[in-house]
């Protein structure tokens, strides 16, 4: 029997977004075709952007905002930004938390790069809120395990921490405008010729909406 060619596929993804949805796009994906070899990057945004306006990726799954007009972004999913403290924090347990609270917090924050950060700081600079930023880290992980063991606030993705908030290891700081939902998109260079080769990638990242977990944060975040 002929073997089948296969075509090297590279592939970017945000470091949240590679933390619960990349595998699922990749999995769902080879049960479609296995004439795909995927190369994967994980960088903040910025970095991804810069790569795909290189050529050095393919495509691109991110959370932050792309500003480069020559770059097509498609939403495929939504993803819930929240402010998470741990369960011996002062705001743990309360039911409303005054933004001019957050003044001087310590928080544990993502890389200065990072568009997650970058969402945080305009929004604390427009309230002219000051916070202390007593970690930065690129690793999901540490900031997770620093806000369990009260070593500050976060802002993460809700997606990111269900287990923790299900088993009362991490809360949700109860304040609307520390609510953010943005969108996840697939993105390319709009230079980019579109193999057929690529297709069942690029269809299975659209559907993602269809087969993903939806982000958990609903009813308790309306209030």
Known sequence: LQQMSRYKIRVGSTYTVSTYLLNEVMNQCNQTTDTLDFYIHIDNTYKIEERLLLNELDFALVDGVIK?????????????LILACGSKHPF??????????????????????????????????????????????????????????????????????????????????KNKECIWRRDVCLCYHKSKTLAPEFRPFIDTAIAYQRIGVQCPVVDELVF
Request: hydrophobic share 40%; proline share 1%; with cysteine.
């Open 92 to 173: 743990a347990h309360r039911k409303r938390v005054r933004l001019e609270e957050l003044n001087n917090q310590d928080f544990i924050l993502r890389e200065e790069e990072s568009g997650t950060r970058k969402l945080f700081e305009a929004q604390m600079a427009r309230k002219k809120i000051n916070f202390n930023v007593k970690w930065a880290s690129s690793s999901i992980n540490a900031i997770k395990n620093a806000v369990v063991d009260n070593q500050g606030l976060a802002i993460i993705s809700a997606r990111l921490i269900k287990d923790e908030l299900e088993s009362g290891k991490l809360f949700i700081v």
């Open 68 to 80: 480069s007009s020559d770059i097509i972004s498609m939403p495929i999913a939504e993803d819930c």
